[in-house]
Protein backbone atom coordinates (compact mmCIF):
# COMPACT_ATOMS: atom_id res chain seq x y z
CA UNK A 1 0.00 0.00 0.00
CA UNK A 2 1.47 3.30 -0.89
CA UNK A 3 0.35 6.56 0.76
CA UNK A 4 0.53 10.14 -0.76
CA UNK A 5 0.63 12.88 1.14
CA UNK A 6 -0.28 16.46 0.11
CA UNK A 7 -1.50 19.88 1.34
CA UNK A 8 0.95 21.18 3.49
CA UNK A 9 2.09 24.70 3.45
CA UNK A 10 2.51 27.89 5.69
CA UNK A 11 -0.34 29.41 7.20
CA UNK A 12 -0.74 31.89 9.65
CA UNK A 13 -2.05 31.41 13.23
CA UNK A 14 -5.78 31.29 13.23
CA UNK A 15 -5.69 29.92 9.70
CA UNK A 16 -7.11 26.71 7.92
CA UNK A 17 -5.02 23.66 5.51
CA UNK A 18 -6.90 20.91 4.38
CA UNK A 19 -4.14 17.81 4.13
CA UNK A 20 -4.95 14.88 1.56
CA UNK A 21 -4.18 11.41 1.98
CA UNK A 22 -4.11 9.05 -0.93
CA UNK A 23 -4.08 5.72 -0.80
CA UNK A 24 -3.60 2.41 -3.14
CA UNK A 25 -5.14 0.03 -1.36
CA UNK A 26 -8.01 -1.47 -3.31
CA UNK A 27 -9.55 -2.63 0.44
CA UNK A 28 -9.14 1.23 1.54
CA UNK A 29 -12.50 1.33 2.97
CA UNK A 30 -11.84 -1.51 5.74
CA UNK A 31 -8.82 0.47 6.52
CA UNK A 32 -8.24 3.07 9.82
CA UNK A 33 -6.99 5.73 8.25
CA UNK A 34 -4.88 8.24 10.61
CA UNK A 35 -2.94 11.17 10.97
CA UNK A 36 0.35 11.77 13.08
CA UNK A 37 2.82 14.54 13.16
CA UNK A 38 6.05 15.38 14.48
CA UNK A 39 7.79 18.65 15.76
CA UNK A 40 10.87 19.69 15.28
CA UNK A 41 12.88 17.76 18.43
CA UNK A 42 10.03 15.92 19.77
CA UNK A 43 8.19 12.47 19.01
CA UNK A 44 5.73 11.90 16.64
CA UNK A 45 2.44 11.85 18.28
CA UNK A 46 -1.18 10.63 17.13
CA UNK A 47 -3.44 13.25 15.63
CA UNK A 48 -6.74 11.66 14.20
CA UNK A 49 -8.08 8.51 12.72
CA UNK A 50 -10.77 7.30 10.58
CA UNK A 51 -11.98 4.19 11.21
CA UNK A 52 -15.04 2.42 10.08
CA UNK A 53 -15.78 0.51 13.42
CA UNK A 54 -15.02 3.63 15.58
CA UNK A 55 -15.73 6.07 13.41
CA UNK A 56 -13.00 9.27 13.77
CA UNK A 57 -11.36 9.70 16.67
CA UNK A 58 -9.04 13.00 17.74
CA UNK A 59 -6.28 14.16 20.47
CA UNK A 60 -7.23 16.05 22.88
CA UNK A 61 -5.32 19.19 21.33
CA UNK A 62 -6.86 18.92 17.95
CA UNK A 63 -10.52 18.57 19.16
CA UNK A 64 -12.78 21.36 18.01
CA UNK A 65 -10.04 22.49 15.42
CA UNK A 66 -9.38 19.21 13.53
CA UNK A 67 -11.61 17.05 10.94
CA UNK A 68 -10.81 13.77 9.78
CA UNK A 69 -13.43 12.64 7.28
CA UNK A 70 -12.29 10.02 4.03
CA UNK A 71 -13.77 9.62 0.69
CA UNK A 72 -13.58 5.82 0.03
CA UNK A 73 -14.76 6.03 -3.68
CA UNK A 74 -11.11 8.20 -4.17
CA UNK A 75 -9.27 6.13 -1.38
CA UNK A 76 -8.23 9.48 0.15
CA UNK A 77 -8.36 10.52 3.94
CA UNK A 78 -8.35 14.44 4.70
CA UNK A 79 -7.07 16.26 7.20
CA UNK A 80 -9.25 19.78 7.94
CA UNK A 81 -6.96 22.09 10.12
CA UNK A 82 -8.84 25.06 11.13
CA UNK A 83 -7.57 27.86 13.89
CA UNK A 84 -4.46 26.52 13.30
CA UNK A 85 -1.59 27.44 16.62
CA UNK A 86 1.89 27.73 15.66
CA UNK A 87 2.42 24.47 18.00
CA UNK A 88 0.64 22.39 15.65
CA UNK A 89 3.67 23.49 13.01
CA UNK A 90 5.03 20.17 12.25
CA UNK A 91 5.56 17.20 9.84
CA UNK A 92 2.32 15.46 8.92
CA UNK A 93 2.01 11.92 8.19
CA UNK A 94 -0.51 9.52 6.98
CA UNK A 95 -0.63 6.55 7.95
CA UNK A 96 -3.03 3.18 6.94
CA UNK A 97 -4.26 0.25 8.75
CA UNK A 98 -4.11 -0.26 12.25
CA UNK A 99 -2.31 -2.90 13.94
CA UNK A 100 -2.31 -1.76 18.12
CA UNK A 101 -1.90 1.26 19.53
CA UNK A 102 -0.35 3.91 17.42
CA UNK A 103 0.95 1.02 15.24
CA UNK A 104 0.16 1.31 11.33
CA UNK A 105 1.56 -1.50 8.98
CA UNK A 106 1.75 1.76 6.26
CA UNK A 107 2.95 4.98 6.39
CA UNK A 108 3.35 7.78 3.96
CA UNK A 109 5.65 10.61 3.35
CA UNK A 110 4.98 13.58 5.58
CA UNK A 111 4.06 17.01 4.22
CA UNK A 112 5.62 20.41 6.09
CA UNK A 113 2.19 22.46 8.31
CA UNK A 114 3.88 25.64 9.26
CA UNK A 115 1.66 28.22 11.14
CA UNK A 116 3.42 31.46 11.25
CA UNK A 117 2.69 33.92 14.67
Known amino acids: VQLQASGGGLVQAGGSLRLSCAAS????????MAWFRQAPGKEREFVAA???????TYADFVKGRFTVFRDNARNTVYLQMDSLKPEDTAVYYC????????????WGHGTLVTVSS
Open 50 to 56: SSRISGS
Open 95 to 106: AAQRVGPNHYSY
Open 25 to 32: ARTFSSYT
